[in-house]
């Protein structure tokens, strides 16, 4: 769901509405994170206007794009396994096809992939796809086409995405580009370039036509949610150069957020992801006064242990990091809290993952997206830092990281037990075709009999079964944010 990385849908192809008058066929498919999948939903309603129409059949396509991730090795080696199927393609059945990469293998990687992979006609970065009319002429004409340039302003907040394989139900909504941290294990601020927030009017705009279009829940997106703020555009590090007028009038998340909910209030949000550095409690004041703010934080930490923290430049300790737990327990009462981890960080000991394992104890996470580091060139720490934990202990304090956290998620949704919780009914379950399957405001995932509701209503389950990850119950009726 809004797990940066969803594995479930790795490589899915998307397909819009049909325009009657477009000829040509367009194949596209994205890999990473949630901003990959909305950026690609840009990406087609550039392409509608061009003439492309989309289709899932890889064989007849005129023009295959990928959108792909660099944030792991896996991540680009499985975009390089896509690009020989495609390369066999061209080869056996579509000769005319032209293929484009984009993404943050685009912009990592740049023009070696038109020198070294003959099979790409094209590279474009993720600021670059307003572009890319131009560049498939260029391609049209039988030349090489790329734009990997970063920009200081583009936020593609004046392009209406169209929904791509959507339940009508569920939508993301980009509401900064880009990241200014510099964690030291992370390729994104160099894929992706410097953070920027798009205008609060077009964020609301979007919402609105969701809205009018029968869509139930929003999921405000960002690398550094938090970071949010808008003065009038420009780059969030240079607000302190803002004039006067600029600074009174800024919007920050907790106003963003804010605005969101008053002027939407049959709508559900949701947001990802908070960077614990950038976390403020106004943010955590507005979760708790609106009940149509999910009650979820998706806060990643990385590792337990402070030396380890400032080795990532992650900019707090242990700590702060718990005490802004602490804060969060306290604010919003029974709020969901999950992670992202990366064991085997260069010079991690057995004591800094011993850290890791008993601050997970203490926040009781409900989720978590784990991980072994995986070096990413250019990056601070794989210039400066030797990879130094090997592969099997990475992997074994990953696998006690795993299990430690399928225990406390089990304690987590044990808690429900017995509970009324409001849920929005987003599809029928995967087990069974009698049962509804969606998600309370903590994010847990909740199955019940049908009965008479359907998707996209907001009804009240009691909780009677729950397993590590699923709550099972009983609709009791509809609840108040049923229209
Ligand atoms: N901006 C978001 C997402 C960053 S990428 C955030 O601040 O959380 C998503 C996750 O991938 C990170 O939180 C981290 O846990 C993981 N990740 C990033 N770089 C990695 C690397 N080099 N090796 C292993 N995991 C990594
Ligand atoms: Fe990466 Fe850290 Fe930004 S994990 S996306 S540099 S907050």
């Not at 209406?160 to 390729?187: E, H, K, W, Y």
């Not at 550095?277 to 979820?296: F, G, P, R, S, W």
């Not at 037990?417 to 075709?433: A, G």
């Amino acid at each position: 769901m809004e797990k940066e990385i969803d594995e479930k849908k790795q490589g899915t192809s998307l397909v819009l509405e049909q325009k009657e008058e477009n000829t040509k066929k367009l194949f596209i498919e994205s890999y990473g994170c949630a901003m990959n999948f909305s950026d690609s939903e840009i990406v087609a309603s550039i392409l509608t206007e061009q003439g492309y129409n989309t289709t899932q059949n890889l064989e007849e396509a005129d023009l295959v794009l990928v959108n792909t991730c660099s944030i792991r090795d896996k991540a680009e080696q499985t975009v390089r396994k896509r690009l020989e199927k495609y390369n066999a393609v061209k080869r056996s059945i579509n000769p005319g096809m032209k293929v484009g990469v984009l993404g943050c293998m685009a912009e990592r990687l740049k023009s070696q992939f038109l020198e070294e992979e003959k099979i790409v006609d094209m590279v474009v970065g993720p600021d670059a796809y307003k572009d890319l009319p131009n560049l498939l002429k260029e391609v049209e004409e039988g030349r090489d086409a790329i734009n990997v340039i970063l920009s200081k302003d583009e936020t593609y907040g004046d392009i209406s995405p169209v929904r791509l394989q959507s339940n009508g139900i569920n939508a993301f909504v980009s509401i900064t580009r880009g990241c200014d941290n510099m964690c030291t294990f992370c390729v994104v601020p160099f894929t992706r370039g410097r953070e920027r927030s798009r205008e609060p009017q077009s964020i609301l705009e979007e919402i609105k036509d969701l809205w009018e279009r029968g869509f139930k829940e929003i999921t405000l997106l960002g690398q550094n949610v938090d970071s949010y703020l808008w003065y009038g555009g420009g780059l969030k590090k240079d607000f302190e150069k803002a004039t006067e007028m600029q600074k009174a009038t800024a919007v920050d998340f907790a106003q963003l957020l804010d605005m969101c909910a008053v002027q939407f209030p049959k709508m559900r949000f949701r947001f990802s992801t908070s960077n614990p550095q950038d976390m403020h409690e106004e943010v955590l004041h507005v979760i708790a006064k609106h009940d149509n703010i999910c009650n979820y934080i998706h806060l990643p930490v990385q590792s337990g242990s402070t030396r380890i923290l400032q080795e990532m430049n992650r900019q707090h300790t242990r700590e702060e990091y718990m005490a802004l737990v602490d804060k969060i327990k306290a604010i919003i009462p029974g709020c969901s809290i999950s992670q992202d981890m990366i064991t085997g960080f260069p010079t991690e000991t057995e004591e800094d993952h011993q850290d890791t394992l008993s601050l997970m104890e203490y926040v009781e996470y409900d989720f978590g997206y784990m991980f072994a580091y995986s070096e990413r060139p250019g990056t601070l720490a794989a210039r400066k830092m030797e990879d130094d934990v090997p592969e099997e202990v990475k992997k074994r304090r990953l696998q006690e990281v795993v299990d430690l956290q399928q225990e406390l998620s089990h304690r987590r949704t044990s808690r429900f037990l017995n509970q009324t919780v409001e849920v929005l009914i987003e599809k029928e379950s995967k087990r069974s075709d009698a049962h509804w399957s969606g998600r309370n405001s903590e994010n847990m995932v909740t199955v019940f009999p049908k009965g008479d509701y359907k998707p996209g209503d907001f009804v009240l389950v009691k909780v009677n079964d729950c397993t590590t990850a699923t709550l099972i119950g009983e609709a009791v009726g509809y609840s108040n944010m049923q229209n």
